[in-house]
């Protein structure tokens, strides 16, 4: 018969046995269910080489200066600085102003505009002064479209002053309108008398006309007219632009101007594809001996000025930023979603900055980070996925590794 004794080391055995199994147990449910630690990713931003320096091609005499929208970098300017004679490129400011007091939609012809005694007497004013002139008589009936296609495209200074006259009553009331709308639009530096530009007095400067420039392209009556090689008007026919260049290096506006005492000007624009981004360039030469010599310096100028341009990659699709590599052993890279590119011009560095998630499991292609690469001023964003997948490590691993209850892992 057992001893008492046999009896205390049966139920202490039997016990023992019940707290291996009931450990045991709670062991394996806490670390089949214990949540594993999130893992962070190994980030790589990298390397991108600046890009080289650009400088516009500006002339020497005269006053100059050059931009492109959206690329505030590539301005510049050179020769005078202060306000110089702007000639014909005045019209531009007319055509502008007129159009806010006597508005068109695109497509519109607007009022029909009777020509009288006083619209000739500004014909024989002009001639006088061997400005650019195109005949009228009493009775002539134009639009408002072809006052401003007949000041803009074929710069006559009497249809100029014509158009000034019906919508402001006199010179004079025209310009207080035009320095209002300067005024308005924060161009400074140009100051005007009369609609036409035959006034020396009518002046700007270059930098500040590469902003009328833009405002002209802006304007959705302005912009195709100044574009257009040929335009046909009631009474007077066909006329051919004085910009020579259109059609040329991209140009399509904006308007020339000559005065016999200072020379040749042209404000220009010119719009190009680079890296399938399209771009405007909008520049101004004032004051060059002539119009063909102003043409050739232009060209050379956009040229110059479409060199100091930049395709930079900032990700190909694929690319690889870092990575996850977990407790028990699996690994999965970070990677670019799609390829982007950025155009800049002249010198540029940009500044990478890689952020990811932290990890336990994940699927495959999961948006897990992002690549933020900083240029000129503007951030430009890339998504990151998972190239494959995470998985729980499992039984077998999560058995061998306590730690994950206690945080360890």
């Excluded at 001893?3 to 089949?32: E, K, S």
Aim: proline share 6%; aromatic share 6%.
């Amino acid at each position: 018969m057992p001893t008492p004794a046999t009896y205390r080391r049966r139920r202490l055995a039997a016990l023992l046995i019940a707290v291996v199994v009931v450990g045991g147990g709670l062991y394996g449910t806490l670390t089949l269910l214990a949540p594993v630690r999130g893992v962070a990713a190994t980030v790589t931003a990298p390397a991108i080489p600046p890009t080289a320096a650009a400088q516009p091609g500006l002339p020497s005499y005269g006053a100059s200066a050059v931009g492109v929208v959206g690329y505030p970098q590539a301005a510049a300017t050179a020769g005078r600085t202060d306000a110089v004679p702007m000639a014909s490129i005045s019209k531009v400011i007319t055509a502008l102003v007129v159009l806010q007091a006597k508005p068109l939609k695109p497509g519109e012809a607007g009022p029909t505009i009777t020509m009288t005694s006083d619209d000739v007497a500004l014909y024989r004013h002009y001639l006088s002064l061997d400005g650019e002139v195109v005949q009228v008589q009493p009775g002539f009936r134009f639009s408002e479209l072809d006052l401003l296609k007949l000041a803009l495209v074929k710069s006559a200074n009497n249809y100029a002053g014509s158009l000034a006259l019906w919508a402001f009553g006199s010179s004079a009331g025209y310009a207080d309108a035009a320095t209002a709308w300067l005024s308005a639009h924060g161009l400074t530096g140009i100051h005007v008398v009369e609609p036409t530009g035959i006034d020396p007095r009518n002046v700007g400067t270059a930098s500040d006309l590469v902003e009328l420039g833009e405002l002209a392209l802006q304007d959705p009556v302005v912009a195709p007219i100044v574009s257009s090689a040929t335009a046909t008007v009631p009474n007077v026919g066909s006329v051919r632009n004085t910009n020579t260049l259109l059609g040329t290096d991209g140009v399509d506006g904006v308007k020339t101007g000559t005065l016999n005492d200072w020379g040749a000007n042209l404000l220009f624009a010119s719009d190009r594809t680079i890296g399938g981004k399209a771009i405007t360039i909008v520049g101004v030469v004032l004051g060059g001996r002539d119009h063909a010599t102003i043409d050739r310096d232009i060209r050379a100028l956009i040229r110059s000025v479409v060199a100091g341009f930049h395709v930079v990659t900032l990700a190909s699709r694929g690319q690889v930023f870092g990575g996850y590599t977990m407790p028990w052993g699996q690994r999965a890279e970070l990677v670019a979603t799609k390829k982007v590119t950025t155009l800049v011009w002249g010198a540029v560095t940009v500044a990478p900055r890689v952020t990811a998630e932290n990890l336990t499991t994940a699927v495959r292609g999961a948006d897990v980070g992002t690549a933020r690469f900083t240029v000129a001023g503007t951030t430009l964003s890339v998504p990151l996925e998972l190239s494959r997948g995470i998985q729980d490590p499992g039984w077998g691993w999560r058995l061998g590794h306590p730690g994950i209850v206690f945080g360890g892992v």
